[in-house]
């Protein structure tokens, strides 16, 4: 069993950053691809970015892109996801997620453990 901790969400002005954090535990995630998506309220869970096993290979949704970086640091069994030049529709409920597979995946649907969420809130 893997368990997923994020860290890092809060309030933060239009234009501003926050770096989150994913640590996970009960097993080393250097074999499993992790994703981020988020969740609005009153809106289904979106895809925002993927990082296979290594690091090498990422993937993100088209409204992120130039935006958000998506890393991780195997030694420390973490995940990070910058967020810069924040937008009041980035306001959501953040994820992580993990992938009993190498290569990453935008669909929900293909990760096995999810952590329980930190909230992101952009004011204009």
């Known amino acids: 069993q893997v368990q997923l901790v994020e860290s890092g969400g809060g309030l933060v002005q239009a234009g501003g950053s926050l770096r989150l954090s994913c640590a996970a535990s009960?097993?080393?995630?250097?074999?499993?691809?992790m994703g981020w998506f988020r969740q609005a309220p009153g809106k289904e869970r979106e895809f925002v970015a993927t990082?296979?096993?290594?690091?090498?290979?990422?993937n993100y949704a088209d409204s992120m892109k130039g935006r958000f970086t998506i890393y991780r640091d195997n030694a420390k069994n973490t995940m990070y996801l910058q967020m810069n030049s924040l937008k009041p529709e980035d306001t959501a409920d953040y994820y992580c997620?993990?992938?009993?597979?190498?290569?990453?995946?935008?669909?929900?649907?293909?990760?096995?453990?999810w952590g329980q969420g930190t909230q992101v809130t952009v004011s204009s």
């Open positions: 997620a993990a992938r009993s597979r190498p290569w990453g995946a935008d669909n929900p649907r293909e990760y096995d453990y």
């Open positions: 009960g097993r080393t995630i250097s074999s499993y691809a």
């Open positions: 990082i296979n096993w290594s690091g090498s290979s990422t």
